[in-house]
C-alpha cells in the first residue's frame, strides 16, 4: 500500500502562485508514476502532470503547460506541483495519485491510478 497526503491549498487572487505537496509513505517503487489531477465544480477529473516516482519522465498537460511544473524530492519522498499565473479556471480540488504502471502507460488517465490522496482545495478568485 502507498499513503499519499497532500498540502498546500488555499484561497488566493488571480496571478498569484501557490506550491502543492504530496508526501508519500508505505511500499514505495521508483518505477511508480505519480500524477496531478484535479476536479473542478461540474467538471470531469483533468490529469495535470505526472512525474516517475524516481524522477525522470515530466509530463505537463497543454491547459497548465509554461505555469504549472511538477517536480520531486527522492529524500523527502515528496512531490510538488508548483503553481504559477494562478487563473480561476484553476479552482479545482487537486489530488496527487500514484500508479503500479510506468508514466508511459498510466499517462493521466485517473483509471490507471491505485493510490489516491484526499485532496486540497484551490480556489482563485479574479
Known amino acids: 500500500q502507498v499513503q499519499l497526503v497532500e498540502s498546500g491549498g488555499g484561497s488566493v487572487q488571480a496571478g498569484d502562485s501557490l506550491r502543492l505537496s504530496c508526501a508519500a509513505s508505505?511500499?514505495?517503487?521508483?518505477?511508480?508514476?505519480v500524477a496531478w489531477f484535479r476536479q473542478g465544480p461540474g467538471k470531469e477529473r483533468e490529469g495535470v502532470a505526472h512525474?516517475?516516482?524516481?524522477?525522470?519522465?515530466?509530463f505537463t498537460a497543454d491547459s497548465v503547460k509554461g505555469r504549472f511544473t511538477v517536480s520531486r524530492d527522492s529524500a523527502k519522498k515528496t512531490f510538488y506541483l508548483q503553481m504559477n499565473n494562478l487563473k480561476p479556471e484553476d479552482t479545482a480540488m487537486y489530488y496527487c495519485?500514484?500508479?503500479?504502471?510506468?508514466?508511459?502507460?498510466?499517462?493521466?488517465?485517473?483509471?490507471?491510478?491505485?493510490?489516491w490522496g484526499q485532496g486540497t482545495q484551490v480556489t482563485v478568485s479574479s
Open positions: 495519485a500514484a500508479s503500479r504502471l510506468v508514466c508511459a502507460v498510466a499517462g493521466v488517465s485517473a483509471r490507471d491510478y491505485h493510490y
Open positions: 508505505g511500499n514505495t517503487y521508483s518505477g511508480y508514476c
Open positions: 512525474i516517475v516516482f524516481g524522477g525522470g519522465s515530466l
